[in-house]
């Protein structure tokens, strides 16, 4: 059954914290956004 | 489909599924069943989450809407990334504390027992829509390729898919999506190299990026805003916010996936490769369909690309004049796009200017004839609203591909639904025995018990969700038709577990009255407004929440004496 054993968190394996890896990803969000822009003002 | 197509896709299939199964071995008790025994390591899980969402719907609907309509799906994604990392801080911590089968039995650690069967029929009623139009869809991609009427293909496709996933519980179905999705990335690579090099060799890769751009089909962002429209920036990332985190907190067929995880870190990195990877992907997906829209402006492709339908109208007496305006539309089509790519070369920007209007028009004329032909469709006694979106890749795959890779794509398609469907189905089976029959019908049954239970249920939701399939053709475009039917429902259990995470002093009694008002508003919504469904999850929630506050507060007796925490285990009920 799911309650018979403990739930081990863990670090991240990078970044250290998951605060920063949570940056990370959005920072990443805010880059391929302003890529997509771009590709479309681009080819438009 | 030649012979070697068939070997192709038969050898993908078999060794797909039994490498599944042989994973599966020892899935003897609902833990290992239903949760894997908690073991999942966190690439499996992600590719599985992946493969969940990458059904069949995401290779023919994706590719046609990028046809028709260009790239700007890409931006109901935009949501993902933020949805992921709410629910990583958040929601996994609790539900692995929590150490619940379902998400809908934390709600009653949290709430009390009538908010964890309002949310578990929500789901079951939801879910079960979608799992239906999830097993149409390779029943569609099988009755183009056979010839076989769509029906017979459907009951072959859900028939396979409920076998193997009666036998192979979750395990199974995790591992089978990580070959899956193997597969899927090869085949997505082979088809854009494929489509590109059936270009003309006066066309270069540059050359119809230019062709894909100028005629609407790269528009990834758009920033206009509008309610109505289904597709810009800010649906994307207000409504897809909180459609995806309806769907990864709330829709226990994602939660499921990372319950599996043997640590929380391991679930946190399996959402997290989702969230940086599903965007990409999805663009890849949809340029797939603009480069195919580039391919058949140097190849005429069929009035419409759903034969039986083209067949119907062939006999009409409307159909030659259009036909005549259809082939003229193409050779003007062809000769502007030829034009602007010269001009292009030549650096003549006034030529290139005139020539992309001349492809614009042309363009606009065959939208035309295409739309008549619709409507044609409709008066033959063709379905209302008749739309052949979810034909034009396979179309492109069938005709076009050069032998061996048909099979391997074809494979892609009908592997990716199996893993969507079987994990549809799993989920569904899960919450029927653990929070409708464990809870309310059979309280103190053995472990072996509840594991036929879990087979039979599952067993039954794949019989329904086949039955549903056969409505599921009449929806439109299977992407849009997915999403639509899950908005309907994703808002008030998003709003029912934001009231769990985040509003600590709101009780049970709030909460469900709030999620009947929640649910109500988005149904009234979508029957007498125009808004578009992405905006349904965003409403349905506030809602919950309004209610629900304003019960706790307005209503003697009804607030918590003291904020009762997230994670369960010290609070009080109800």
Known sequence: MPGTRDVPDEAPPFLRTWRRVYAGILIYLVLIILVFYWFTETYR | MRPLDWIVLVTALVSIIAYGLYRSRGSNTVDRYLLAGKTMPWYAMALSIMATQASAITFISTTGQSFVDGMRFVQFYFGLPIAMVVICATVVPVFHHARVYTAYEYLEQRFDGKTRALASVIFLCQRGLSAGLTIYAPGLVLSVILGWPERATTVMMGATVITYTVLGGIKAVTWSDVQQMIVIFAGLVISLVTVIVLLPSSVSFGDAVLLAGAAGRLN???????????????????????????????????????????????????????????????????????????????????????????????????????????????????????????????????????????????????????????????????????????????????????????????????????????????????????????????????????????????????????????????LGSLIVAVNKVGSLFYGSLLGCFVLAFAFRRVRGTATFVG????????????????????????????????????????????????????????????
């Open chain 2, 220 to 474: 990834a962002v758009t920033t206009h805003f509008d309610w109505n429209d289904r597709f810009n920036i800010w649906s994307g990332l207000f409504g897809g916010t909180f459609l995806f985190l309806a769907y990864f907190g709330c829709d226990q067929s994602q939660v499921q996936r990372y319950l599996t995880g043997r640590s929380i870190a391991q679930s946190r990195l399996s959402l997290l490769f989702n969230a940086v990877a599903k965007i990409p992907m999805q663009f890849f997906i949809l340029f797939i369909g603009a480069m195919v829209f580039v391919f058949y402006l140097f190849v005429q492709p069929p009035m419409l690309f759903q034969q039986a339908e083209l067949s119907r109208i062939r006999g009409l007496s409307e159909f030659p004049p259009l036909a005549q305006r259809y082939d003229q539309a193409f050779a003007q089509r062809q000769k502007a796009a030829l034009a602007l790519v010269a001009a292009h070369h030549a650096c003549d920007s006034a030529a290139e200017t005139r020539e992309t209007g001349e492809y614009r028009a042309a363009q606009e004329r065959i939208n035309g004839v295409r739309a008549q032909a619709s409507l044609l469709v409709e008066r033959a006694g063709g379905e209302k609203g008749f739309t052949d979106t979810n034909y034009i890749f396979l179309s492109f795959v069938t005709r076009y591909l050069p032998v061996g890779v048909v099979g391997l794509v074809i494979a892609v398609i009908i592997a990716a639904t199996m893993s969507a469907s079987s994990g549809e189905i799993n989920s569904l089976a899960t919450v029927a025995v653990i929070d409708i029959y464990r809870r309310y019908v059979h309280r103190e049954g053995s472990d072996h018990h509840y594991l036929l239970a879990s087979r039979w249920a599952t067993l039954f939701w794949g019989v329904y969700a086949v039955v549903f399939a056969g409505w599921a053709g009449r």
């Open chain 2, 515 to 574: 999620m009947l008002a929640g649910e109500s508003a988005i149904l009234a919504t979508a029957v007498f407004t125009d808004v578009s469904w992405l905006w349904y999850n965003v409403i349905g929630c506030v809602v919950v929440v309004a209610t629900a506050l304003a019960i706790t507060y307005a209503v003697p007796g009804t607030i918590s004496a003291t904020p009762i925490s997230a994670t369960p285990g010290t609070q009080p009920r109800g």
